[in-house]
């Protein structure tokens, strides 16, 4: 089996920041691009920032200047730190990475994976 841990997320007043940490789990190979995405009430999921293996981030317009993606290959571990967060940041966030792992059998399985989501609310 393998999953993804998420970590953070909260209540946080407007201007405020979190951080948001993912690190996979199992009998993994490799990790190829993982990234964040959100989904608020009512609205679709949406990518929030995402980084290769080689470090190429990419980042949705919204959040450009304001949020920040890092990742650690030695872990598999993406943060998303988050500053000047509004109300319009209110949503869940989920982790997601693209996973070759091991189940038994000899070649590595590919796996779209998807953390349970975590909570970010934005109000005073």
């Known amino acids: 089996q393998v999953h993804l841990v998420e970590s953070g997320g909260g209540l946080v007043q407007p201007g405020g920041s979190l951080r948001l940490s993912c690190t996979p789990s199992g009998h993994i190979y490799s990790v190829n691009d993982m990234g964040w995405y959100r989904q608020a009430p009512g609205k679709e999921r949406e990518l929030v920032a995402s980084?290769?293996?080689?470090?190429?981030?990419t980042y949705a317009d919204s959040v450009k200047g304001r949020f920040t993606i890092s990742r650690d290959n030695a872990y598999n571990r993406i943060d998303l730190q988050m500053a000047s967060l509004q109300p319009e940041d209110t949503a869940v966030y989920y982790c997601?990475?693209?996973?070759?792992?091991?189940?038994?059998?000899?070649?590595?399985?590919?796996?779209?994976?998807w953390g349970q989501g975590t909570l970010v609310t934005v109000s005073s």
């Open positions: 980084v290769t293996e080689g470090g190429t981030t």
């Open positions: 997601n990475a693209q996973i070759l792992y091991y189940d038994g059998s000899y070649v590595p399985r590919a796996l779209d994976a």
